[in-house]
Nanobody, 129 residues
Framework: QVQLVESGGGLVQAGGSLRLSCAAS????????MGWFRQAPGKEREFVAT????????NYADSVKGRFTISRDNAKNTVYLQMNSLKPEDTAVYYC??????????????????????WGQGTQVTVSS
């Protein structure tokens, strides 16, 4: 069973940056698309970004496009989320997730929480105004 462990969250002022990391156990990391989602208090979990299993393709929520960058290092079994120009509305618990389908990529599919079968425990990001 794969385990996902997020790190890098914290408190930052508006306009600042954070880099989240998600380390995955297991040897099949490179075959799966990965995603980042977030959940603010009282709100549903929402899609943030996704990256294909090769890393060549990415997709972002409109709310973070141009500010966040998802990347992966398959040699390190790690996916990253670089977050720049942070806003108070980015405050949430951020989760990384592994797609259920191996060797598969579809931007529309990867935007749905139901397309992911393994989730990390989450890391808190708080942006102060």
């Amino acid at each position: 069973q794969v385990q996902l462990v997020e790190s890098g969250g914290g408190l930052v002022q508006a306009g600042g940056s954070l880099r989240l990391s998600c380390a995955a156990s297991g040897r099949t990391f490179s075959g799966y698309a990965m995603g980042w989602f977030r959940q603010a208090p009282g709100k549903e979990r929402e899609f943030v970004a996704t990256i294909s299993y090769t890393g060549a393709n990415t997709n972002y929520a409109d709310s973070v496009k141009g500010r966040f960058t998802i990347s992966r290092d398959n040699a390190k079994n790690t996916v990253y989320l670089q977050m720049n120009s942070l806003k108070p509305e980015d405050t949430a618990v951020y989760y990384c997730a592994r797609s259920t389908a191996i060797w598969s990529w579809s931007p529309s599919v990867q935007g749905r929480p139901g397309s992911y079968g393994n989730w990390g425990q989450g890391t808190q990001v708080t942006v102060s105004s």
